[in-house]
């Protein structure tokens, strides 16, 4: 007897009314943050400094760029922020998983006032002052390490990783626990090894936040040799520092070049993280 063959049919997608207006509010925010940033590349490339948008460079040069390769003082802190942005991300890593394993170990006493005591930092400080005095305390004022260490603990960081901890299925952590692991044992064999989206999306979080970290660098470092790159460049184009009579741009054009390249690591780092980072958004979403 013949088999009758069932055509299958694909379903049909409807379009209603809330993704069309989805879509269109999401291409305007697009818009909104692509419209600045290509402005800022084309006068980056703009001999002359104008202040109108245009899509294209209408005086075509790499000087901006060639004056900022070529400023020999930009070489030390640029050698900071990448000491530093490496570092911190590493000890932010290190600091965050571990805090959030802690976190899940429900057996452990004083789990709660741990919890609490670090969910009470979020919404209370000590002050500027007070934590300039631990600061010199420590002697991290006129440090370049005060990058590592300060940024080196974020709570929001570690209740995050806490979230993606207890995401992972509790029948996991009972094997480990049967075959004989000990608690660091399945840190180690378990949960890092699954942990590839959450430590990219997160550690890139910690590596954005040094590399572009202005403020600390204003309020705790005075010795030049200690600042790092985006404080130096900034510094130097706001005051004209530049040996810009070695080649023929405008300031404005200097200014544009400058903000590409504090920017332009990142731009080359974020798409191979991405795919890590949009499935990092979700940490903690989805529970067993």
Same mark, same amino acid.
């Given at each position: 007897?013949?088999?009758?063959?069932?055509?299958?049919?694909?379903?049909?997608?409807?379009?209603?009314?809330?993704?069309?207006?989805?879509? #269109?509010?999401?291409?305007?925010?697009?818009?909104? #943050?692509?419209?600045?940033?290509?402005?800022?590349?084309?006068?980056?490339?703009?001999?002359?400094?104008?202040?109108?948008?245009?899509?294209?460079?209408?005086?075509?040069?790499?000087?901006?760029?060639?004056?900022?390769?070529?400023?020999?003082?930009?070489?030390?802190?640029?050698?900071?922020?990448?000491?530093?942005?490496?570092?911190?991300?590493?000890?932010?890593?290190?600091?965050?998983?571990?805090?959030?394993?802690?976190?899940?170990?429900?057996?452990?006493?004083?789990?709660?006032?741990?919890?609490?005591?670090?969910?009470?930092?979020?919404?209370?400080?000590?002050?500027?002052?007070?934590?300039?005095?631990?600061?010199?305390?420590?002697?991290?004022?006129?440090?370049?390490?005060?990058?590592?260490?300060?940024?080196?603990?974020?709570?929001?960081?570690?209740?995050?990783?806490?979230?993606?901890?207890?995401?992972?299925?509790?029948?996991?952590?009972?094997?480990?626990?049967?075959?004989?692991?000990?608690?660091?044992? #399945?840190?180690?064999?378990?949960?890092?090894?699954?942990?590839?989206?959450?430590?990219?999306? #997160?550690?890139?979080?910690?590596?954005?936040?040094?590399?572009?970290?202005?403020?600390?660098?204003?309020?705790?470092?005075?010795?030049?040799?200690?600042?790092?790159?985006?404080?130096?460049?900034?510094?130097?184009?706001?005051?004209?520092?530049?040996?810009?009579?070695?080649?023929?741009?405008?300031?404005?054009?200097?200014?544009?070049?400058?903000?590409?390249?504090?920017?332009?690591?990142?731009?080359?780092?974020?798409?191979?993280?991405?795919?890590?980072?949009?499935?990092?958004?979700?940490?903690?979403?989805?529970?067993?």
């Amino acid at each position: 007897m013949a088999k009758e063959k069932v055509a299958y049919k694909k379903p049909k997608t409807k379009i209603t009314a809330f993704a069309v207006i989805n879509y #269109i509010v999401f291409i305007l925010i697009g818009l909104l #943050i692509l419209v600045p940033i290509w402005k800022v590349l084309v006068d980056s490339f703009n001999r002359v400094g104008v202040y109108q948008f245009r899509l294209w460079p209408h005086d075509f040069t790499v000087d901006g760029y060639l004056t900022i390769i070529n400023t020999a003082l930009l070489y030390k802190p640029f050698i900071n922020s990448v000491v530093t942005t490496l570092l911190g991300t590493l000890l932010g890593l290190v600091l965050s998983t571990l805090g959030g394993y802690v976190l899940i170990q429900f057996e452990m006493p004083g789990r709660n006032f741990l919890a609490y005591f670090l969910l009470f930092t979020m919404i209370f400080s000590g002050g500027m002052i007070p934590e300039y005095l631990v600061m010199r305390q420590l002697g991290l004022v006129n440090n370049m390490w005060i990058l590592v260490f300060k940024h080196g603990m974020n709570v929001y960081n570690l209740v995050l990783m806490r979230n993606f901890f207890e995401g992972v299925p509790s029948s996991l952590y009972e094997a480990a626990k049967i075959d004989g692991c000990s608690p660091m044992g #399945i840190f180690f064999k378990i949960v890092l090894p699954l942990s590839k989206a959450a430590l990219a999306s #997160i550690g890139l979080m910690f590596a954005v936040t040094v590399w572009n970290d202005y403020s600390t660098v204003q309020i705790y470092i005075t010795d030049p040799n200690q600042v790092n790159f985006q404080y130096k460049l900034r510094s130097m184009i706001m005051a004209g520092d530049t040996p810009t009579t070695s080649y023929n741009v405008s300031q404005t054009t200097l200014y544009n070049a400058g903000i590409i390249a504090a920017i332009l690591p990142f731009m080359v780092l974020y798409p191979f993280l991405q795919k890590y980072f949009v499935t990092g958004v979700n940490i903690g979403a989805v529970k067993e």
